[in-house]
């Protein structure tokens, strides 16, 4: 079994800044790619940013300059820092791996439950 849980949600005012986190635990061989998505009410759910096991980093073009996405591969988590915050970025943040299990050797994509964030003043 393997689990994926968010923390760092909360509400912030229009330019403040949150740090996201997401553990996996579980029976995990090895962690391939991560990910952050996002779900606003109504809308579809988006992808926001994804960095590779040895670092390498993509963003959504609503969220670059303003996010950070990173990842410790000895504690299994992987973060998301949003900076500037606006009120657009409210939403429900996932998150998402391609974890290899230890037992069978194969890839599964996992999510977490998600997480709420809310730009208010």
């Known amino acids: 079994q393997v689990q994926l849980v968010e923390s760092g949600g909360g509400l912030v005012q229009p330019g403040g800044s949150l740090k996201l986190s997401c553990t996996a635990s579980?029976?995990?061989?090895?962690?391939?790619?991560m990910a952050w998505y996002r779900q606003a009410p109504g809308k579809q759910r988006e992808l926001v940013a994804t960095i590779t096991r040895d670092l390498g980093t993509n963003y959504a073009d609503s969220v670059k300059g303003r996010t950070t996405i990173s990842r410790d591969n000895a504690k299994n988590t992987v973060y998301l820092q949003m900076n500037n915050l606006k009120p657009e970025d409210t939403a429900a943040y996932y998150c998402n791996a391609n974890i290899q299990r230890v037992i069978g050797g194969f890839t599964y994509k996992y999510w977490g439950q998600g997480i709420q964030v809310t730009v208010s003043s």
């Open positions: 579980g029976s995990i061989a090895t962690i391939y790619l």
